[in-house]
């Protein structure tokens, strides 16, 4: 079996008293879209950062290409494409004269950037606009842009950003196309997010909260009943203030809106829905509908951060 892209065992990164990434390890085989799924500030970046060879760990080891992030961050460099939350753009000169700069640094000679500027150019859908001033592109075409960048020398390794943020729902299921034509070329995408929809296209993922990775699988995989709860889906009206009126409650492990209801983790068992309904009535809410449900993504990474808490909740008491 061939080495991971990807190998980062015990990662750890802190800033004076803060730790930003507490103790990270997970692989990433070749050719995977492996995703980072988590909250804004719950280190995904600073992870990717590490990993890119532009931070020093802490603590921890990596490497990335078969190449060590702390003694090898200029090899690392040369095999990997980075795509940051900022695009990294220099948005006063044209969209070819973006590509031709990273194309230099890149190394490429005047050949190869001619074909791999062509190749980005019809990639990001940009040859109309190769002489505007990048400043002067809508947000989307911007993204675009910055992935052909980060892409001008076939890196073996992909690292994106929070690519999609702020990006309308085409342009976001555009952008996965081309992390798919990554794939299929032989590439490995790390990419982060913060968007369920998108965290359902990694083969794996990672959910990452307060700086510690708390669970990594197959979207699928995650989504399998676990332990023994129950989750069930509510219809009612005023469905904030039934989330307010369950939450605490004795079985009760978590109650969120979810859609135009609610979503309700109980213990599992017969009449788990029935219960539900007449703890809702209890408190003064009529339940229209509800029913077990699978549990969506977001249920789950709820779930495991409940169970990350209660503990430290627990001591408090």
């Known amino acids: 079996m061939s080495a991971p892209a990807i190998d980062v065992q015990r990662l750890t990164k802190r800033?004076?008293?803060?730790?930003?990434?507490?103790?990270?390890?997970?692989?990433?085989?070749?050719g995977e879209v492996f995703g980072l799924l988590g909250p804004n500030g719950a280190g995904k970046s600073t992870i990717i950062r590490m990993l890119c060879g532009i931070l020093v760990p802490t603590a921890g080891r990596g490497e990335v290409a078969g190449r060590?992030?702390?003694?090898?961050?200029?090899?690392?460099?040369a095999r990997i494409g980075y795509m940051s939350q900022k695009f990294s753009l220099y948005l006063d000169l044209s969209v070819l004269e973006n590509l031709e700069f990273y194309g230099g640094i890149y190394g490429l000679g005047r050949e190869r950037l001619r074909e791999r500027?062509?190749?980005?150019?019809?990639?990001?859908?940009?040859?109309?606009?190769?002489?505007?001033?990048?400043?002067?592109?809508?947000?989307?075409?911007?993204?675009?842009?910055?992935?052909?960048?980060?892409?001008?020398?076939?890196?073996?390794?992909?690292?994106?950003?929070?690519?999609?943020?702020?990006?309308?729902?085409?342009?976001?299921?555009?952008?996965?196309?081309?992390?798919?034509?990554?794939?299929?070329?032989?590439?490995?995408t790390l990419v982060s997010t913060h968007y369920m929809d998108e965290a359902e296209r990694c083969d794996r993922l990672g959910f990452i909260f307060s700086g510690r990775l708390v669970a990594v699988d197959r979207p699928r995989t995650l989504k399998?009943?676990?332990?023994d709860r129950a989750l069930v889906e509510v219809e009612c009206a005023r469905p904030a203030a039934a989330v307010e009126a369950l939450s605490g409650q004795e079985g009760i492990a978590y109650a969120r809106l979810h859609a135009a209801g609610l979503h309700v983790s109980v213990p599992e068992g017969e009449?788990?829905?029935?219960?539900?309904?007449?703890?809702?009535?209890?408190?003064?809410?009529?339940?229209?509908?509800?029913?077990?449900?699978?549990?969506?993504?977001?249920?789950?990474?709820?779930?495991?951060?409940?169970?990350?808490?209660?503990?430290?909740?627990?001591?408090?008491?």
């Open 224 to 227: 399998e009943p676990r332990g």
């Open 117 to 188: 500027t062509e190749w980005a150019l019809g990639m990001a859908g940009l040859e109309q606009m190769r002489d505007q001033i990048t400043a002067n592109l809508p947000v989307g075409w911007r993204q675009r842009l910055a992935l052909g960048c980060a892409l001008l020398h076939e890196p073996e390794v992909v690292f994106l950003d929070e690519p999609t943020a702020g990006a309308d729902p085409i342009s976001r299921r555009q952008f996965w196309d081309v992390i798919y034509q990554l794939r299929a070329a032989g590439a490995t």
């Open 68 to 77: 060590d992030i702390l003694t090898e961050s200029e090899a690392v460099r």
């Open 271 to 317: 009449g788990a829905a029935a219960r539900v309904s007449s703890l809702l009535e209890r408190e003064g809410f009529f339940a229209e509908r509800s029913e077990v449900v699978a549990p969506t993504l977001e249920d789950v990474f709820v779930s495991l951060i409940h169970e990350m808490e209660t503990p430290s909740r627990e001591a408090v008491r």
């Open 15 to 30: 800033f004076g008293d803060f730790t930003a990434v507490d103790d990270v390890s997970f692989s990433v085989p070749r």
